[in-house]
């Protein structure tokens, strides 16, 4: 079952530039920054509530951040729905007919297992589920 939005995926060019929106004018407090090898991508959290923006930039250019942005430019990347149990919920969106971009979970950032749901199933939103490791 779903629980909350965990966070929302902003691609960004740099992190370093990007903060400063995001502290500044918005006032939220940077948490953590992050790599994410796997996916080549550099991670900045920032809590508000009980929900976390994510910023996303390239660690190199084969990065599918990098892919991202020189097709469509900075902006929303993707929605992580928080989920108590993934393997039930990729069953669930599988027997829907929903196209996965992960058929088994992977490691994502804030010690997450992860899996992502291709937008042209989803009405155009990279969808990401997530769950906590135990
Ligand atoms: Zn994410």
């Known amino acids: 079952m779903l629980k909350k ?3 929302i995926g902003i691609a ?3 992190i370093a530039e990007a ?3 995001y502290e500044d004018g918005l006032g939220l407090r940077c948490e953590r920054i992050e790599e994410v090898a796997s996916q080549q991508v550099r991670t900045a959290f920032f809590t508000l509530g009980e929900t976390h923006i994510e910023l996303l930039e390239p660690m190199s ?7 991202f942005l020189d097709k469509r430019g900075e902006g929303i990347h993707h929605i992580a729905y928080l989920s108590d149990d ?3 919920q990729l069953q669930q969106v599988r027997e829907q007919g929903c196209r996965l971009i992960n058929e088994t979970p992977v490691a994502g950032a804030g010690n997450k297992k992860i899996a992502f749901v291709h937008p042209k199933s989803t009405h ?3 969808t990401e589920l997530c769950e906590p490791e135990k």
């Not at 250019?61 to 892919?67: L, T």
């Open 86 to 88: 993934l393997e039930q």
């Open 124 to 126: 155009g939103v990279l």
């Open 61 to 67: 250019p084969e990065s599918p951040i990098a892919v």
């Open 19 to 21: 903060r400063k929106f």
């Open 5 to 7: 939005i965990d966070h």
């Open 12 to 14: 960004v060019r740099s």
